[in-house]
């Protein structure tokens, strides 16, 4: 199985800031790799496809970027909206996996 | 608009049996893979299961197979989950998720989730 390694596990960050969550693969994934915010109570939603995709309705401060075994995912002009946990997932092979998640809180 | 609503949760004994419903619209499922993924409480999404667009294709979580059948009725609009055997590690809140578009299996992200059905397994 590849495992999805993401850090931080929690993030704190001010209104308007620029911040980068990490995620590694175990092994190489291609571009294979999307990612997704999670709201308290809520199902994920997805963000990025590809490694850097943007999914349609996403505004477009979210980016994500590389390939291979490293990829992150980096929010600009942090809103008070974007304060969640965001997750990577890989769909390079079965099955699925995810990473382990970062929350990123209010400072 | 795309609309994914799971239905059929609950509380069950260890050892007994569930089913899972995904009632589907605005889409035409047999055009999209269809996927079960499942959250336990306080912990990250895990990947349960996925029935390819044209139903040939189906593939299992470690820790659920032999247990869980995913299935679908493209007659009506729906995708299922039989979960058997079921144990207090399958307590989880269970979504059923729209793949991605393009060639299988180079679109196996979570395009669109339901809200999510909640699943207890305890005695």
């Known amino acids: 199985d590849i495992q999805m390694t993401q850090s931080p596990s929690t993030l704190s960050a001010f209104v308007g800031d620029r911040v980068t969550i990490t995620c590694r693969a175990s092994?190489?994934?291609?571009?294979?790799l999307a990612w997704y915010q999670q709201k308290p109570g809520r199902a994920p939603k997805l963000l990025i496809y590809?490694?850097?995709r943007l999914q349609s309705g996403v505004p477009s401060r979210f980016s994500g970027s590389g390939s291979g075994t490293e990829f992150t995912l980096t929010i600009s002009n942090l809103q008070p909206d974007d304060f969640a946990a965001y997750y990577c997932?890989?769909?390079?092979?079965?099955?699925?996996?995810f990473g382990g998640g970062t929350k990123v809180e209010i400072k | 608009q795309v609309q994914l609503v799971e239905s059929g949760g609950g509380v069950v004994q260890p050892g007994r049996s569930l089913r899972l419903y995904c009632a589907t619209s605005?889409?035409?499922?047999?055009?999209?893979?269809m996927h079960w993924v499942r959250q336990a409480p306080g912990k990250g999404p895990e990947w349960v299961a996925v029935?390819?667009?044209?139903?040939?294709?189906?593939y299992y979580g470690d820790s659920v197979k032999g247990r869980f059948t995913i299935s679908r009725d493209t007659s009506k609009n729906t995708l299922y989950l039989q979960m058997d055997s079921l144990r207090p590690e399958d307590t989880a809140v269970y979504y059923c998720?729209?793949?991605?578009?393009?060639?299988?299996?180079?679109?196996?992200?979570?395009?669109?989730w339901g809200q999510g059905a909640v699943v207890t397994v305890s005695s």
């Open positions: 029935v390819s667009f044209d139903g040939t294709k189906i």
């Open positions: 590809q490694a850097s």
């Open positions: 092994q190489s994934i291609s571009n294979w």
């Open positions: 997932q890989q769909f390079k092979s079965f099955p699925l996996t």
């Open positions: 605005g889409f035409t499922l047999s055009d999209y893979g």
């Open positions: 998720a729209k793949g991605g578009f393009g060639l299988w299996p180079t679109n196996l992200w979570f395009e669109s």
